[in-house]
């Protein structure tokens, strides 16, 4: 709801100038509406023109109306700040009210009368770390992560261990008790054995997530003091043994390279890398690359020793708190949870590393349920308020009942182009994930720029503008694997769709930011074929304009 | 604009409100973001220039909605006199009010308000002279309604302010957005200011917010409120010792009821500055370029000319203007943005740590923090211009006032002029960026354009070295040749009564150019639909065509506060190279334009020619929006400036040049595609390097005859008396446009349309063909244009007829080739010795083919240009017109 400018109680005076040609005594009469919105000299050179008044009294014309305007004008003013005044006088407005409400205008605008900030530690810290990891001890924070890394996933790797050979040996036993089925026991007694087993994994799974949790608290605990220590005794030149550290440290841990791990690594991934121009006339660059992975790829970590990982260990950390972030776009269902599907895969990624400077996944996820259920709350109100409205001005209300109907489902559930945020400084290319939610309807064939996973799309590449992400990874089929449904036609045209959409937000974005040059990456399944993935990209020349390769010859 | 002196330079920060998410107007378009609405209002502010008002400089967006505005600063201001502690003299009270109010008089006058008077905004330059700040902030955010922050100090709100309520109050009982306040308000205001200075003390400062604003409402009440205010602040002894004069000020500045209260106008003329009125003279606004009045009149010369430089000092840099003195310190790497950030005024967050948690279908977010970093903190922070009078130390002192008077030496004889001829062979974009050589290029400029046009001369000719962007506006109206009353002319055009072509314009104004912040503010808007309509009713006999807004965006940009400019300019511009383009049927004048495009190419680019006419791809489909819009519809901005800069000094021909210089560029891509690729490429059109398109088009230029491009629908012949009455305006590449040259004989003779599109290659006339050959011409040609390089000539004449005809008599230097032997039955050229020595010896110089029947000289220059034989042209009227010159030759017998 947009508040329009007051009304304007627009009235007409009428403006009268009297002058003598000759000896005829003439009158000029011209009804003016005020406020006079129009430029004074239009004004009166169009009355001259009109009216064939003579230009002998072309500056006593200009004079008078000028004078008229302003008189005029000044009266109107203060007509209004009386009537204004008045009503505070008679208590149709109530004085407290008023003031409270410029008190607080002052209190939440103006930072000479905001409330002093309290200090936070989020922030404080995110300086300190960014300062360093901009220093030469940036080197040493990444090998204290490193180690930090290597002992929770030994801890996994142990965890994934007992898990194994408790599952061995449940299926064991479940194969013996399979066996006696019919002789001995009877069904019941599979079910309770199997009832054990679930029982016994579930209290392993526990056992073990708890230690995980520990494990990670602690060390994100002496983290975070050894990142403050460290920022104290680099400011404090006189203590140099933390420097000396920082120097033998940095030789450790030198990358052992191994080559032939890393290209079959990469040679699965398939990708391909466009330099665009959108815009008519003022043309902005972007890039845009079309990449065959998993979408889980960007966030693991490669296995230790392969090189590049601490590169982009590197180039993650150094970006993490400035205006160059990268984001993700997860595709999950209704439900804010990490229970099942890619969700559950994504928390296990994200459980490999301890975040320091995030909160946990589960934790993160805990508060946007807060936040969605507030937020619910908040809409309904409002809407019930505008109801009321709506019957109180007896004016038509035909879309709010559509609206309604999303409220009957249970509040806590996101529907479909909603989407929640979580934040993650431990993963291997990306620190935002948007969770955006859709539903089957995008397997289907035929949806189209108005459905609500695109315009989840839209308001994502809306957040990347209000915050600073260049970054961002969509998956183009709006799917993250593939199934039978899926043909060829059917992949081509939702790709169609989808790089459509994009470059119009893309084109709308410019006027948004001020077309900031960006870098947005399609991510294909896996399991296309090859084929399909240069069927794809042959496609995107086409929509977008890529744009020419510099010729570096002198002539033509 | 005023010079610098010695003020500084300040700049301030604040956010416009954001946006509702997703919410179109009326005309189904985005909503302009209110930075922009502010920064189009800003404009105008830049236009109030007086002694009491600290002129605004410039205003820029950042990111998030964030604007910086840059203004004329002054270290110390009233709220210095108020920290000391001590009450001001009562005299002084006086003079402080008296400039104050000549302030807020000459804001009313231009129909603004200050609103946030108070006495940090009250600055005293280094005499004590009071200059406002910050008094046009009311006016740019729309009365406050594009901002979140209240606009005005709490103590200092008149009370009808406060009782109108203020801006984005939750609380919906208050549904009435406030009205705007009126010039009284500042009375109010000024009157607590200076009750505070007499005091010595400021007031209602020690309680809260909401108490203090319901002590002023409570005031009226009171019977006295000067009285009142003085008990409440233990004053009331300092108050009862004032002289007369004072507090009846005070009195009258303090009146609740604003019905009674007086304007700031209305007080100046007071009896109570009796005493004080006497020592100022009122300010009168210098006379401009283009006005009626006479800019020199006022002028009074001492007895002794060498007073006139004493009070000046060594500091050259500010003598000059605040605006030109800014864009030297942005040009020497100042960054407004971090000025600020080094200061502590922008602090922002990292933007990982605000990021919302989770948002709604329609884009509304939630779970984000109030961002602390968005606070309203309009602390000015002076700019350093340290950096900038260190890059411009070793410039001497001459180079701020070079002498015009000697033709020969235009740019200073200083010990950098040596640099600075070396500069000019600099990329254009260098130069544009180079501190040093802007200041230089913009002192010049200046100077010559407040001669204008008595030195237009010059300008034309530095012109062609390049135009500083600063001051590319008027630069370009003195290329154009605006002269007169334009501000009276243009008021005079009825621009308001509606007329039929209104909803073209309303549609196709915010489709135009919207990618820049002037042009899609509203404003911008606004004055967009002025300049058009003004010109669709001054010119009766054309007509609005689409494109017209376009053509219209680069001179409203460049003369964004003076739209009578921007009307003269385009006026100016259209005849000379769009010349009844907005006829209503300017159908012949298109297709004769078109045709002789298509003959340029060929004359330029053969191959591609062939190509192009191969797969059918005619300039009627992609080059009508070019011409019509002399290419403001296809490039932004930036580019068409420099294409533009170059063009004005060119004639009405150019434009083929640069068409054909486009097409080269994409040469590669047209030759190797087919019709729809092309038609694909060219709905979109790739980036073009501009410099490079302007250095071949000028290169084209000088390689077509003058006469290739000759239109019979051009503009016709002014009268010479027009044109003599400042000599004669030089043209960059020729002495002048081909239409002036008196017609004689040998000129082209107009064509059929039809017989024109048949032709391949362009005619020339008899005249350019006896200058090219530089054959000893008829008397009436005045210079040679281009100095004659001996041993090269630029062109080969063929003479197409029989052998016979040729001997008889043929222009010297031409060729015999007859037309009959010239080429085989597939249009391939026969081998002989005069085609295949000679013509493939002279390729590359313009061929002009001769002939007696003027088909078979047309087909002949097809079947060259079919071979790929560039620079191919036709002499008109043949040989017939050249009989009658006397300039034949028959060759002596061969021994």
Known sequence: ???????????????????????????????????????????????????????????????????????????????????????????????????????????????????????????????????????????????????????????????????????????????????????????????????????????????????????????????????????????????????????????????????????????????????????????????LRLVRANVLDLCKHRRHGSSGVKLRRLQTALSLYSVSLCGLVLLVDNRVNSYSGIKRDFATVCQECTDFHFPRLDEQLELVQQVVLYARAQRSSKQREQQQQQQHEMTRNGG????????????????????????????????????????????????????????????????????????????????????????????????????????????????????????????????????????????????????????????R | MQPLRDAQLGAFTFFASALPHDVCGSNGLPLTPNSIKILGRFQYLKTLTHPRLCQYVDISRGKHERLVVVAEHHEESLKDCQRRGKPVSPDRVLQIAFEILEGLAFMNKHGMVHQALSPHNVLLDRKGHVKLAKFGLYHMTDHGADVDFPIGYPSYLAPEVIAQGCFRSTDSSLVDPPLPSGPKSDVWSLGILLFELCVGRGILQNIDISERLKFIINLGVMDDIVTVLAEEHGCLEIIKELPEKASALLRKCLTFLPSKRPTPSELLEDSVFEGVSCLYTPYQKAAGLFSSSLRCAHLELPEDISELCKDEGDDYLAERSIAEVYHLWCLAGGDLEKE????????????????????????????????????????????????????????????????????????????????????????????????????????????????????????????RVDIPPLLRGLAWAALLGVEGDIQAKYDSIDKDTPIPTDRQIEVDIPRCHQYDELLSSPQGHVKFRRVLKAWVVSHPDLVYWQGLDSLCAPFLYLNFNNEALAYACMSAFIPKYLYNFFLKDNSHVIQEYLTVFSQMIAFHDPELSNHLNEIGFIPDLYAIPWFLTMFTHVFPLHKIFHLWDTLLLGNSSFPFCIGVSILQQLRDRLLANGFNECILLFSDLPEIDIERCVRESINLFCWTPKSATYRQHAQPTKSTTDSSSLGKTPSYFSTSEFQDLPKTDLCREPLKLAELKAEVSPRISAEDLIELCELSGPAHFKTPVKKPKPGKAKILAVDIRGSEDFNRGHIPGSINIPYSSAFGPDGELVQCPATTTTLAGFRGRVIVIISNVMKNAATFAAHLVRVNYPRVCVLDGGMNKMKSTGLLTVPSPQI
Request: proline share 4%; aromatic share 8%; charged share 25%.
């Open chain 2, 340 to 463: 600020l950030t080094n200061k502590g005024i922008i602090q922002s967050k990292p933007p990982v740590c605000t990021l919302p948690k989770f948002i709604l279908e329609d884009g509304e977010s939630f779970g984000q923090g109030r961002d602390r970093s968005f606070l309203l903190d309009d602390t000015t922070v002076t700019l350093s211009l340290c950096q900038l009078k260190n890059r411009l130390k070793e410039v001497a002192g001459e180079a701020y006032y070079p002498l015009l008077e000697d033709e020969q030496s235009s740019l200073p004889q200083s010990s950098s002029s040596n640099e600075l001829t070396a500069a000019v062979s600099l990329p254009l974009i260098i130069r544009e960026r180079d501190t040093e050589y802007q200041l230089i290029r913009i002192v010049l400029f200046d100077r010559l354009l407040k001669a204008y046009p008595y030195k237009k001369n010059q300008v034309w000719k530095e012109a």
């Open chain 1, 1 to 287: 709801m947009r508040k329009t400018k007051g009304k304007i109680n627009a009235t007409e005076k009428e403006f009268v100038f009297e002058f003598k040609a000759g000896r005829k005594h003439c009158v000029l009469k011209v009804p003016l509406q005020f406020p006079v919105q129009e430029n004074v000299s239009d004004l009166h050179g169009r009355l001259m023109l009109l009216h064939n008044i003579p230009c002998f009294v072309e500056n006593d014309l200009k004079n008078s109306l000028v004078t008229f305007i302003e008189s005029e004008t000044i009266r109107d003013y203060d007509n209004d700040a009386e009537v204004a005044l008045q009503r505070l006088t008679s208590g149709e407005v109530d004085i407290n009210k008023l003031t409270n409400c410029w008190a607080k205008a002052y209190a939440e605008t103006t930072l000479e009368h905001a409330r002093p900030e309290e200090p936070s530690w989020d922030e404080d810290f995110a300086d300190v770390y960014h300062e360093l990891i901009h220093s030469p001890a940036s080197d040493t924070l990444l090998n204290l992560e490193h180690s930090y890394y290597v002992s929770v996933s030994e801890l996994i790797s142990e965890r994934d261990m007992e898990l194994k050979k408790l599952q061995e040996r449940q299926a064991v036993e479940m194969d013996k008790v399979m066996q006696e089925l019919g002789k001995t026991m009877s069904d019941q007694d599979v079910n309770t054995v199997a009832a054990q087993h679930f029982d016994a994994q579930q209290v392993l799974e526990n056992k073990w997530a708890s230690e995980l949790k520990q494990v990670t608290g602690i060390q994100k605990q002496e983290y975070q003091e050894w990142v403050i220590k460290l920022h104290q005794d680099l400011k404090n030149p006189n203590n140099s043994t933390i420097n000396e550290e920082i120097k033998v440290q940095s030789s450790q841990l030198t990358e052992s390279v191994e080559a032939g791990e890393r290209l079959f690594e990469e040679q699965r991934q398939l990708e391909e890398s466009f330099t665009i121009h959108l815009g008519a006339q003022l043309k902005t660059m972007h890039n």
């Open chain 1, 400 to 555: 709010s009942e559509d609206k309604n109907k999303n409220l009957e489902r249970n509040p806590a559930n996101i529907i479909p182009g909603e989407f929640y945020i979580s934040r993650h400084s431990n993963l291997s290319e990306v620190h935002v994930v948007f969770h955006l939610c859709v539903d089957d309807n995008v397997r289907s064939g035929n949806i189209t720029a108005r459905d609500p996973a695109i315009m989840g799309l839209r308001n994502i590449l809306k957040v990347c503008c209000s915050h600073d992400i260049t970054t961002i990874t969509i998956p183009l089929l709006l799917v993250h694997d593939m199934s039978e449904e899926m043909t060829i036609p059917w992949c081509l045209k939702r790709a169609e769709l989808v790089f459509k959409c994009v470059k119009g937000f893309m084109m709308e974005m410019a006027s948004w930011d001020g077309g900031i040059s960006r870098t947005v990456q399609f991510l294909v399944p896996q399991s296309i074929s090859g084929e399909m993935f240069y069927q794809l990209s042959n496609m995107l020349p086409q929509i977008f304009r890529v744009s020419s390769t510099l010729t570096l010859t002198s002539k």
